[in-house]
């Protein structure tokens, strides 16, 4: 049980166009996903935090205009790079909280990231 | 985002020694979470702790949440090849989870 699938696993796209990565918990529902980018040999660094039907919360130094965020069902929660760039090149992963926040059942399902590589 | 103190950054160690990796924080969290990651895949939860003290065990891992909740550590017995990989650490309170700078394992046969 408690798979996350991301999709697609790896983009390859030209300077300007936009790339959309979705997340999706495919046997639970999942009220709270976050969205990380990591660099090489580097750790996850916390882009945004996704909540369903709700705006989505970004931390500092993150363009929410860059990187946009929607949390539409309990199930799917979509990254939109836009306007993407070279530097915006990057192994982006997502992942879902099973469990209530401060239950003794909180924990943190990944999906498998997706490598954007802009041209 | 707050990144959690992860000691070593890397290790280098014979098949079958036992290795050793420890997360510290300056907060408080009311969880602890150990992933493992392979290249160019996402992390794989290995244990899950949520009481200070305790200490939970997953075949060879074994992992504890400190006393002072500010910290955590994972031991691997009788490490094996595919124990390879970058080993991180996650603090969690509610909502959120910040995770530790990674350890490098490489497992020498």
């Known amino acids: 049980g408690a798979v996350v699938s991301q999709h697609p696993s790896w983009v390859i796209c030209k300077s300007g166009t936009s790339v959309k990565i979705e997340c999706r918990s495919l046997d639970f529902q999942a009220t709270t996903m976050f969205w990380y980018r990591q660099f090489p040999k580097q750790s996850l660094m916390l882009m945004a935090t996704?909540?369903?039907?709700?705006?989505?919360?970004?931390e500092q130094g993150v363009e929410k205009d860059k990187f946009l965020i929607n949390h539409a069902s309990l199930t799917l929660s979509t990254l939109t790079v836009t306007s993407a760039h070279p530097e915006d090149s990057s192994f982006y992963i997502c992942?879902?909280?099973?469990?209530?926040?401060?239950?003794?059942?909180?924990?943190?399902?990944f999906g498998a990231g997706s490598r954007l590589t802009v041209l | 985002g707050q990144q959690l103190n992860q000691s070593p950054q890397s290790m280098f160690i014979q098949e079958g020694e036992d290795v050793s990796m420890n997360c510290t924080s300056s907060?408080?969290?009311?969880?602890w979470l150990w992933y493992k990651q392979d290249p160019g895949e996402g992390p794989v939860l290995l244990i899950a702790?949520?009481?200070?003290?305790e200490l939970t065990s997953n075949g060879r891992l074994t992992a504890q949440f400190g006393i002072t909740r500010k910290d955590s550590f994972l031991n691997i017995s009788a490490s094996i090849p595919s124990d390879v990989g970058i080993y991180f650490c996650a603090g969690g309170t509610g909502n959120q989870f910040y995770f530790g700078t990674g350890t490098s394992l490489t497992v020498i046969p």
């Open positions: 907060s408080i969290f009311n969880t």
């Open positions: 992942s879902a909280r099973r469990g209530l926040a401060y239950s003794g059942a909180n924990v943190l399902t």
């Open positions: 702790l949520y009481k200070a003290g």
């Open positions: 996704s909540n369903e039907g709700s705006k989505a919360t970004y």
